[in-house]
């Protein structure tokens, strides 16, 4: 049975270098395991031509694909792009800064028209609406702008 909490008392340091050090095991054994494998995207070279950025930006040229392109994160992502001002906390909003490194690394090594490719997007941009929309109600009630009215009585 080991004990969780007695992991509170390892420092940051020790813990990365625990964990970087289990990662490069394991990463080291499936390189050694797997050395003779090659596929359709990995040559036994890397050459960087091998990548899809170039079929990725003929994508970009031909209007057919811009709904699904659209279509991405369930058309939310325009609208945290626009309104981030609106998400709170902080901490969260900061998290759009991962947008610019996930579009880079995706149109190296995914193909864009490709609606899988958004899954690991997906669930932050739906977190990051909820807030958006959150933050904007509460914006909007600040200034009066959402008053509850009484309903006049029916007569039903």
Not at 17 to 37: D, E, K, M, P, Q
Not at 51 to 73: E, G, I, S, V
Not at 85 to 103: K, S
Request: aromatic share 16%; hydrophobic share 45%; with cysteine.
């Amino acid at each position: 049975h080991f004990d969780w909490k007695r992991l509170k008392k390892f420092s940051l340091p020790a813990q990365t270098l625990a964990l970087s050090a289990i990662w490069l095991a394991i990463h080291v054994y499936i390189l050694h395991r797997f050395r003779g494998n090659h596929g359709e995207f990995y040559p036994q070279t890397w050459n960087p031509d091998a990548t899809h950025r170039h079929l990725n930006f003929r994508y970009l040229l031909q209007p057919k694909f811009w709904p699904q392109l659209d279509n991405a994160c369930a058309y939310m992502l325009p609208f945290v792009l626009l309104l981030r001002r609106y998400i709170f906390p902080f901490r969260l909003r900061a998290y759009i800064l991962v947008l610019p490194l996930w579009v880079l690394t995706m149109v190296v090594f995914g193909l864009l028209p490709e609606t899988r490719i958004y899954g690991e997007l997906s669930g932050l941009v739906a977190v990051l609406s909820t807030l958006l929309l959150e933050g904007y109600v509460k914006a909007r009630a600040q200034h009066g702008e959402f008053q509850i009215r009484p309903q006049p009585p029916s007569l039903a």
